[in-house]
């Protein structure tokens, strides 16, 4: 019986799962030829040859020498470790994170960096009844959030401008910062006081507070923060809440394997 074009595969879909087949079956050896491939795939040649070509040009493959066998490089691998790395710092966070909360009662995050956005990766919802924009697998920009702003100020100035290159200053609220001239003065702020500050500038009505946390090799990986509405703002509240994030950011940073934190 003939398919209807609605069970028919999409093209975009029907060339992933080729992808992620010759991916499968380069992972089970360590190098194989393009013939031998093409029929554990079972692709035409010349569908494979044109894959791997593409695979090798991103750097996923490689080609062996002059008998055409492929292999798969690291770069696969170094992906899985990054997330990897999330799992192990999310399941660590947690703890220090509940515990922020509870002494808190406010919206603990914890964010990190992606391409050139912050991406949530943990949340704990405040126990008092405040909304936020905000939830796991969100990104929100670097420029206009605590957590951003201590996710680059801990960075050499030249990766700081080539992250911030290709960024879109988008003005949420009268606060934002819109240019990275105006932003770069505020991370040297940042990293001399040892956190950083979204003082309405993301979303109207809400502030934040974020601290650097390190993994082994003194970088930053993540942001913790905690939110809080305007109205409950206050200089002393705003300098327990520093000394808090700091003391879970820093048993996080030494369950990391970081024992030399400067706060």
Not at 22 to 50: D, F, H, N, P, W
Not at 118 to 145: A, C, E, F, Q
Not at 161 to 172: G, H, M
Not at 217 to 231: E, N, Q, R, Y
Request: some cysteine; glycine content about 6%.
């Amino acid at each position: 019986m003939a398919l209807s074009d609605s069970d028919k595969q999409p093209d975009a879909v029907s060339s992933v799962l080729k992808v992620f087949g010759i991916l499968q079956a380069l992972g089970e050896e360590k190098e194989i030829g393009i013939t031998e491939l093409s029929q554990r795939v079972m692709m035409s040649k010349s569908t494979v040859y044109r894959f791997l070509q593409t695979m090798k040009s991103l750097g996923y493959v490689s080609q062996e020498g002059e008998l055409e066998k492929y292999a798969l490089t690291l770069k696969l691998f170094e992906l899985g470790s990054r997330a990897l790395q999330n799992v192990d710092l999310v399941r660590s966070a947690d703890i220090q994170m509940r515990e922020l909360s509870r002494r808190t009662k406010e919206a603990i995050h914890l964010g990190a960096l992606d391409d050139s956005s912050i991406v949530y990766i943990h949340k704990i919802d405040s126990l008092y009844n405040l909304r936020m924009y905000s939830r796991v697998g969100r990104r929100n920009p670097l420029y206009s959030t605590a957590i951003g702003k201590v996710l680059l100020a801990w960075r050499p100035r030249e990766e700081i401008l080539d992250i911030l290159s290709d960024v879109e200053y988008v003005r949420s609220t009268e606060r934002t910062i819109v240019s990275t001239e105006a932003l770069l003065p505020v991370l040297d702020l940042v990293r001399e006081q040892g956190y950083g500050e979204d003082n309405e500038e993301q979303e109207e009505g809400i502030r934040c507070v974020a601290v650097p946390v390190f993994d082994r090799f003194g970088t930053v990986i993540a942001g913790m923060s905690i939110s809080f509405p305007t109205l409950r703002y206050s200089d002393e509240g705003l300098s327990e809440y520093v000394s808090l994030l700091h003391q879970a950011a820093r048993a996080l940073s030494e369950q990391m394997g970081y024992h030399h934190s400067p706060f």
